[in-house]
């Protein structure tokens, strides 16, 4: 196997996310505790998988592990056939910026700019030119059902709106892999369905590879398929199907 950083591992089929024997472990006192133990999770282009479990389960470990955002204490996280483990701190920011979009519970949107503007930043620091940002921007907006909505700031939003926002900036980069945590926390039941279903659609439509952590059970079976953690063991995802 290479594992040069230089050199990135291609993986077979289209699996934009690969997790191969993922632990990691934080201190603890004297001990540790393991918040992932062997993880192995493949996400394939358009699908969404649905990761559940108790509170304290690893759930959140996994996203931001597998967003790179923290790194694992041994295995492989893949992405888009780069082994994302190899790289040192500035490829790896390289390498979350242009393949994974991450959507977090609250949109963390910056209270004084407009939707579009919300958009055409995260283009902006990525060193891209404004006008296609824009034209990008605009169609995303449309695509997830804010077309009327461009030069709106947050305080003029629903929080559905702001999410569907949140979720058409996570995919300016054009992401090949989506991690969401708990998109639907803070919206009633008919904002989280069509948010759920709005996930689904722009995966199918961007053929991204995302993984939704959530605790509405209920919404899983839009979704393609559920996997399920337990002290940081992650059973083996089923089909759902929608
Ligand atoms: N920064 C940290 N330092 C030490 N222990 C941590 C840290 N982050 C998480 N843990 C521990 O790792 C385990 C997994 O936590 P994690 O947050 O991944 O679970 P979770 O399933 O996302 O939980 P929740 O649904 O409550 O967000 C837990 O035992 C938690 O206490």
Request: proline share 5%; charged share 20%.
């Amino acid at each position: 196997m290479d594992t040069t950083a230089t050199t990135p591992k291609t993986t077979t089929g289209n699996m934009p996310l690969q997790l191969i024997d993922l632990s990691l472990e934080y201190p603890d006192g004297e001990g540790t505790i393991k918040a992932l133990d062997s993880v192995d999770l493949a996400v394939g282009a358009g699908q969404v998988l649905s990761l559940i479990g108790p509170s304290g389960s690893g759930k959140s470990s996994l996203l931001a592990a597998a967003a790179t955002l923290i790194r694992p204490t041994s295995g492989l996280v893949i992405i888009d056939g780069t082994t994302a483990s190899d790289l040192n701190d500035s490829q790896m920011t390289t390498l979350r910026r242009e393949k994974v979009g991450i959507i977090f519970q609250q949109p963390n949107l910056l209270a004084s700019l407009t939707a579009v503007e919300q958009l055409m930043i995260s283009d902006h620091l990525r060193g891209k030119p404004l006008k296609p940002a824009k034209v990008r921007a605009l169609e995303l907006l449309d695509i997830v059902g804010l077309a009327d909505s461009a030069k709106k700031r947050p305080h003029q939003l629903s929080g559905g709106q702001r999410q569907r926002v949140n979720i058409a900036r996570a995919l300016m980069g054009e992401p090949k892999v989506l991690l969401v945590d708990e998109p639907t926390a803070a919206l009633d039941h008919t904002r989280s369905e069509s948010i759920v279903r709005l996930l689904v659609q722009v995966t199918k439509e961007f053929s991204v590879a995302t993984v939704m952590v959530t605790h509405d059970t209920e919404f899983v079976s839009l979704t393609d398929s559920v996997a399920s953690m337990r002290d940081g063991i992650l059973a083996l995802p089923e089909l759902v199907g929608a």
